[in-house]
């Protein structure tokens, strides 16, 4: 595995000992797992973008939608324990 510098400043790195010690993990495996998580954090959020400017692009080609008023109509008879049809897709 190739190595990589990091400089921290000494708050930072006080802090990750502080939270450290007691425990069973090295200040190292602490930050390789907090990059991990970021990385996996920033990796599903551009999913998730990406998804959802697929389904605007795929929306606007569509040229139909729901109103927003027969959305929460819908979800509100449902949590109130209700039988709701589903709110049908009107062309604009």
Not at 41 to 61: G, I, N, P, S, Y
Not at 62 to 72: A, H, I, K, Q, T
């Amino acid at each position: 595995m190739p190595a990589t510098t990091i400089k921290l400043s000494l708050e930072l790195k006080q802090r990750v000992a502080k939270l450290v010690r007691g425990t069973d993990k090295s200040a190292h495996a602490f930050m390789l797992e907090a990059i991990e998580q970021q990385t996996s954090l920033a990796e599903h959020r551009m999913a998730f973008v990406a998804d959802a400017l697929a389904a605007r692009k795929e929306a606007f080609a569509s040229r139909r939608g729901y109103r927003l008023e027969d959305v929460g109509s819908h979800y509100a008879a449902r949590a109130a324990g209700k039988l709701a049809r589903k709110p049908r897709a009107k062309r604009r």
